[in-house]
């Protein structure tokens, strides 16, 4: 059970967009329809933005969307936005696991 | 209103064991599997394992395995989460989650220090 593949980093202008790739394996994202995308704020817990690939919770801005390819997963922020300056985590499951990405930090300019 | 409710910072010995609890507030615990995942500190999330309340079934990432045991108890709408032979690597959050085939609602996070 191997940790996906995120960048360690991204960064955008606010207004800009940002997208950030999550790569895993035929075992996991290749194979799973359950790839969520996780934000989060220092000290805080973290919070779902994205599930099921590219479904989008209540509550959640539609500035969020995910999308999957093979054995990579994506998720983008359009209009990046002071708030969502954070680090964020894909995760998927990998039959009765779960693995995690190893984080995106993504900075707001 | 629903909330994982989790237990206070500890402080534990190398070599000792530390036991987290988890407790659901708002909703039945046998709803949902509950899973464990962690964060040392600056590192990424990292998933322990998962219990079922249901039937007690558990499901460990390999790395914990042999030292990790999650238990719940329907009659106080608890999980814990027990973990032994602790190392300076132990040293994280651990966060307890409530999955429905994602995790839609985590506690606030136990910070466990081992040293």
Redesign the interface.
């Known amino acids: 059970?191997s940790?996906l593949s995120q960048p360690p980093s991204a960064s955008g202008s606010a207004g800009q967009s940002v997208t950030i790739s999550c790569t895993g394996s035929s075992s996991d994202i290749g194979s799973s329809n359950?790839v969520?995308w996780?934000q989060?704020h220092p000290g805080k817990?973290?919070?779902?933005v994205i599930?099921?690939g590219n479904k989008r919770?209540s509550g959640v801005a539609d500035r969020f969307s995910g999308s999957k390819s093979g054995n990579t997963a994506s998720l983008t922020v359009s209009g990046l936005q002071p708030e969502d300056e954070a680090?964020y985590?894909c995760?998927s499951?990998a039959g009765?696991?779960?693995?995690?990405?190893?984080?995106t930090k993504v900075t707001v300019l | 209103q629903e909330e994982l409710v989790q237990s206070g910072a500890e402080m534990k010995k190398p070599g000792s064991s530390m036991k987290v609890s988890c407790k659901a507030s708002g909703y039945s615990l046998t709803r949902n599997h509950i899973?464990w995942?962690r964060q040392a500190p600056g590192q990424?999330?990292?998933?322990m394992g998962?219990v079922d309340p249901k039937t007690g079934g558990t499901?460990s990432?390999?790395k914990f395995q042999g030292r990790v045991t999650m238990t719940t108890d329907t009659s106080s709408n608890t999980a814990y989460m027990e973990l032994t032979r602790l190392t300076s690597d132990d040293t994280a959050i651990y966060?307890c989650a409530r999955e429905d085939?994602?995790?839609?609602l985590?506690?606030?996070?136990t910070l466990v220090t081992v040293s």
């Open positions: 059970q940790a359950y969520s996780y989060q817990a973290p919070k779902v599930y099921e919770p680090d985590y995760c499951h009765a696991y779960r693995v995690f990405g190893g984080g | 899973h995942v990424g999330l990292e998933w998962r499901k990432a390999g966060f085939w994602h995790f839609i985590w506690g606030p996070g």
